[in-house]
């Protein structure tokens, strides 16, 4: 069993940057995808960016290209996500998830951290 934790979350205005971390912990079999999605007040969960653990593999929602960035550093089993020029829009509670495939949909993603929220001040 993975276990995930979200950290770096935070009040930012916009335009502002915040990178967010996701540590997984425990047993891990395989190599894993991670994920990350949001999940905005009274909205569902949607995709943001994903990344291959073996490196290469990136992808990224259209309404997050050229602002974020998804990275690993694998000596500390971490995942990030460099957030830059934020938006009132980006404001919502920030999850990262692992896969065993490069995958944009939730059903592919079978283990969950507890979330942090973001929110990007007018």
């Known amino acids: 069993q993975v276990q995930l934790e979200e950290s770096g979350g935070g009040l930012v205005q916009a335009g502002g940057s915040l990178r967010l971390s996701c540590v997984a912990s425990?047993?891990?079999?395989?190599?894993?995808?991670t994920g990350w999605f949001r999940q905005a007040p009274g909205k569902e969960r949607e995709f943001v960016a994903s990344i291959s653990w073996g490196g290469g593999g990136l992808a990224y929602a259209d309404s997050v290209k050229g602002r974020f960035t998804v990275s690993r550093d694998n000596a500390k089993n971490t995942v990030f996500l460099q957030m830059n020029s934020l938006k009132p829009e980006d404001t919502a509670v920030y999850y990262c998830a692992l896969s065993r495939v490069l995958a944009t949909v939730q059903s592919r993603y079978d283990t969950w951290g507890q979330g942090t929220q973001v929110t990007v001040s007018s």
């Open positions: 425990g047993r891990t079999f395989g190599i894993y995808y």
